[in-house]
């Protein structure tokens, strides 16, 4: 039940000393401050690198040719290979587990320009996909559409296009779709632009600055043969990606003629396991966090704890006169308890409220800020924010306990002589 005059009293106490009052306060609003912004902080590391792999499948992984370490079947160590197209039949029909497959070509390296339209030039990326990759690494169209299965068939001449192409190459209000591009020497028509979902590139360079065609169609228009460079798979739902990756690499070492025993000669990269080591790592920073913050915000509890012992001493004959007079042990004890309560619960409130308007100042700027952002969006949700106010509440019950038992300890006769 609320007491308008236990709440005057109480202020009126606190206003007699007020820089101890506001020093005590100090280091608890700084633990809570400190939690807050830590919390914060942590949480916008979080988004800004999950928020740049989130939409890439979590299942998937990928795989490329390395030099082999061991020697095999008649064959040096140290021998170049490729996977062919009869391995993406093969995995299609042998391999159940796999619910994505898309093997990947990368196009020839080159030493300045390989895209020409008109008097522009520019160096991009250039990847031999099939549809089924938009599947694992998620891409928008913004104008056009992607590639799809009637371009592979027909191996058409076709392309999709990064944004950063499309400035390049086109002029700001001029519609791409249906112009034609030189790619390494073959025209190809611009059917969409696309817009990445995530940062992760599987080839290397920037997203934005990526040129996809038909995988098909790379094969044919730039002799590559029946050689491919890279596969992206996804497992089945009750599939670990991991599992999968173990059985692909033994298919693939046994068509190809590896050494089991060879480490070195098929390079593998699964996102499972980069997630589970992100998860790990976030996990780790809150716990950190929390600890941190909860011993500040100990410290300060201990500062307002031995602030009210100071107290309860010089009110020795205060509380004597009270207990004299009828008050009991309880009605002292709730008094000092509540007045420790509301020290810290304001102060604590004060670096809640101040903690959680620097982070959305800081939001704001990092919303106008340009590129990419590896730091976005820092926050507290309401979880947080109320274990941190039920934190401060039973902080400031043990602060006060301690001293208001002492107070009750002493009895009424010695209290009202003591002399401080």
């Not at 089945?236 to 999968?244: A, C, F, N, Q």
């Not at 619960?345 to 990092?366: D, K, R």
Request: aromatic share 10%; charged share 20%; with cysteine.
């Amino acid at each position: 039940m609320f007491d308008l005059d236990l709440w005057t009293e109480i202020v009126s106490a606190l206003k007699k000393n007020r820089l101890r009052s506001f020093m005590t306060a100090f280091g608890v609003f700084w633990g809570i401050f400190m939690l807050i912004i830590m919390s914060g902080a942590g949480k916008a590391l979080e988004n800004g690198v999950l928020d740049g792999v989130k939409a890439f499948a979590t299942n998937s992984a990928f795989f490329w040719t390395e030099r082999t370490s061991v020697p095999y079947a008649g064959f040096q160590r140290g021998r170049r290979w490729n996977y062919e197209n009869t391995d993406i039949y093969y995995i299609r029909e042998k391999v159940k587990e796999v619910e994505y497959l898309s093997p990947r070509l990368f196009g020839w390296q080159q030493n300045g320009d390989n895209t020409i339209r008109g008097e522009r030039t520019g160096a991009f990326n250039v990847f031999g996909d099939y549809p089924d990759y938009f599947k694992i690494d998620r891409w928008t169209p913004i104008k056009g559409r992607l590639i799809n299965e009637i371009d592979i068939l027909q191996e058409r001449k076709v392309c999709v296009i990064g944004e950063r192409v499309l400035e390049v190459m086109f002029a700001k209000d001029e519609d791409p779709i249906g112009q034609y591009l030189k790619i390494s020497g073959v025209y190809f028509q611009v059917v969409g632009v696309i817009h990445a979902e995530t940062r992760i590139n599987i080839g290397g360079g920037k997203k934005e600055e990526t040129i996809i065609i038909p995988f098909s169609t790379m094969q044919k228009a730039y002799n590559y043969g029946n050689v491919v460079h890279f596969f992206s798979v996804t497992s089945k739902k009750g599939t670990k990606v991991s599992d999968l990756e173990v059985k692909l690499k033994k298919i693939l070492k046994e068509r190809h003629k590896v050494a089991p025993e060879d480490l070195q000669a098929i390079g593998s990269f699964n996102i499972e396991k980069e997630f589970v080591k992100f998860s790990a790592l976030f996990l780790g920073i809150q716990v950190l966090t929390w600890i941190v913050g909860i011993g500040t915000l100990l410290a300060g509890v201990i500062g307002v704890s031995n602030i009210m012992l100071v107290i309860i001493k010089e009110r020795t004959q205060e509380i004597g006169i009270q207990r004299a007079i009828g008050a009991t042990p309880g009605t002292v004890i709730k008094h000092i308890v509540a007045e420790s309560v509301f020290l810290t619960v304001m102060a604590g409130y004060i670096g809640l409220s101040l903690g959680v308007g620097v982070l959305e100042i800081l939001n704001q700027i990092l919303l106008k800020a340009e590129g990419e952002m590896f730091f976005r969006n820092p926050e507290v949700n309401l979880t947080m924010a109320l274990s941190a106010l039920a934190v401060l509440v039973v902080a400031g019950i043990i602060a006060g306990l301690i001293p208001a038992k002492r107070a009750v300890s002493i009895k009424p006769i010695d209290a009202i002589r003591d002399e401080g």
